[in-house]
């Protein structure tokens, strides 16, 4: 990658939901000026790191249809077969699961990962343990999406709170068409996400590679 299209990567716009955030640290930066000098370089520092937490580089989609995208950056961390969450009334038939780690250093913005239309979204309360652990899937809090496919199978996408994150936006509407790569949420501060891919489809990543959100491809749905 070129030198300026690195700073474009880390000197994205942020995402709106940064925006308080980068606030709070300009209006500390300004106190500080007239204040106390600590409190101006404390808040100058905390609005440069949401700068950087809450950029939202522009991502290019794979043109070919049919294809499991990426739902977040990060490294996969697991790769298992699993029932989706049980509030969003899939069944229980075990599916691969492929979750993705997103540490601070990610981008946290999330993307849709298949071209569909939202069947159904569920919230569900729970723990905030460390979300790099298998067991976040079932104990943390999480926000999770069932995605129809065109040709009627679906896959789930699960936004999972971390050890830090306490909140979970999703932009997206029960009938709502979606289309892979678009964005459709964040986890502020530390996350994980998982995508249930439908019955019978294997994925064709490993465990520790890097996600790009909306451009890496998890799994041909066609195969």
Same mark, same amino acid.
């Given at each position: 990658? $070129?030198?300026?299209? $690195? ?11 940064? @925006? ?8 500390? &930066?300004?106190?500080? #000026?007239? #204040? ?15 700068? *950087? ?13 049919? #294809?499991?995208l990426a739902?977040?950056?990060? @490294? ?26 997103? +540490? ?7 993307? %849709? ?9 569920? *919230?569900?309360?729970? $723990? ?6 298998? @067991?976040? +899937? ?39 068409? %979606? ?9 502020? &501060?530390?996350s994980r996400?998982?995508? *249930? ?6 994925? #064709?990543? $490993? ?14 749905? +066609?195969?």
């Open positions: 990658m $070129s030198i300026p299209a $690195s700073f474009r990567l880390v000197l994205a716009p942020p995402h709106p939901a940064g @925006k308080p955030f980068i606030l709070a640290g300009l209006v500390a &930066f300004a106190a500080g #000026l007239a #204040l106390a000098g600590w409190l101006a370089w404390l808040g100058a520092l905390f609005a440069l790191f949401c700068l *950087y937490f809450f950029r939202d580089p522009e991502r290019v989609a794979p043109e070919r249809t049919g #294809l499991a739902p977040a950056d990060g @490294k996969v961390v697991s790769i298992v077969e699993a029932p989706p969450p049980p509030e969003l009334g899939l069944g229980d038939a075990p599916r691969w699961r492929v979750a993705t780690f997103l +540490s601070v250093l990610d981008v946290h913005v999330n993307r %849709v990962p298949v071209d569909g239309k939202v069947e159904r979204i569920a *919230y569900r309360h729970g $723990s905030f343990i460390d979300a790099s652990l298998d @067991k976040a +899937s079932a104990n943390n809090e999480r926000n999770a999406l069932a995605i129809r496919l065109p040709d009627g199978r679906d896959v789930a996408v699960v936004q999972i709170a971390g050890l830090v994150a306490r909140r979970i936006l999703c932009d997206l509407h029960e009938g709502e068409s %979606v289309r892979a790569g678009a964005r459709f949420g964040i986890i502020r &501060f530390g996400t998982d995508l *249930y891919l439908p019955v019978g489809v294997r994925p #064709l990543v $490993s465990v520790g590679q890097k996600m790009v959100g909306g451009e890496t491809v998890i799994a041909d749905l +066609s195969a």
